[in-house]
């Protein structure tokens, strides 16, 4: 019979691979650091499409590589060079946008010459259509966002500008607040201004120094580049994408979706190939442009607050997950009982979603790692693997932190986003669980 042992406020139990002593909380999964058992009770996530599950085995091959070679010889944190490979990229690149402006072409001619037959005039116009959709175009911002500029938040852009210096790179013009546990930075406008995606999901659970970290990861990708991010190549990425979407294969219930099979098969392979092959091209770089953007992190916010930042992101689910279920719980009831308990629950979410954050215990932050390293997680499919970062981050002599999260400091940041705050929340309250 298995033996369970009450001591103080918590429960112990031996565990039934090794014997082992283990704690027990419920709302937690048991397992055993010891041996490893139950670590990972659940199932990997599934990784949609064939193509997010080629750019994940990319991603986890280099990312190995990559920490491999950090670890033996370190990487240097300058740009990222012109070599052979982003050279091959970046002409790949135009010749997929050639193939766009082939589609213009066409389409007009097919237009203007062809009016009398009434055919050639619609195919044309679907052919501008299908180039309209696979131009190269820059991000633009939010509609349904809150977005802040510096006159709205200068403390806030203050520390942006603070944390920037540090990594040697600019600011950014906006930020735009969102409550996702994520944060991104990008180019917007023909001018190419630069943004903050600010997810608040992952901002209110941070520590301090783990927010100058985060804003240096961010703006690292500035300081050191990334072929991926650039207009050209990710426009090119974005048109091999909706080719592969549009010229996908249906499942066959008559003769006609059979011959279109057959006559996209071609163009179909042919499009996979060459976004197989530009990923190949830049996935490594990219890579190496996330860990050069930790080295950042470290710099801005010191190792500790690198490190950290790191184990949130572990938890990422976790905090989505907790927004879903205050999302959910708001909307269960009508009327003006449910209006009430709407604005109760927006009243405070980020202060309780910290604290529900914090009370999470160390020991499973530990075992999210070990199944990190397991399953090789990542925050996207283009990511290295989390606990390959964490674990190049930590490794070295610590770095002290160049730009210090004070109180007063704090405080500031803190007023200017209130409204921001009370908005995203509002958001989530409404909307997250749709």
Known sequence: MESRTVVGAGTVRS??????RIS????YVQWCAACDWNVDPGAPEPVAGR???ARRRLAQGYGEQLAAE???DGVGDGPAGRDAATVAAFALSLLVHGVTVMLVVAGVLLIVLGWDTGVQPVVGALMLGLAVVLRPRPARLPKHAPVLYRADA???FELIDEVGAAVGTAGVHAVVVTPGANASVTTYGLRGRRVMELGLGLWEVLAPQERVALLGHELGHFAHGDTRRGLVTHGALRALDTWCYVLARTEPTGLMDRFVNAVTFLPRWAAYGLLVLLDHLTLRASQRAEYLADVS???AGSTEGTVGLMDRLLIAPVIGSELRRVSVAAQMRGGQAGREAREAAEHGLWERLAAHVAAVPEHEYERLRRVAARRGHQVDSTHPPTHLRRRCAAAGAPCPAQVVWDGARAVAVAAELA????????????DFAR
């Open 15 to 20: 565990c039934p691979q090794c014997g082992t």
């Open 24 to 27: 027990i909380e419920e709302r």
């Open 51 to 53: 193509i997010a599950a």
């Open 70 to 72: 950090m670890e033996r």
């Open 154 to 156: 200068p403390r806030l």
């Open 297 to 299: 992190a470290a710099r």
């Open 419 to 430: 409204p921001a705050r009370a908005a995203a929340a509002r958001r989530v309250i409404r």
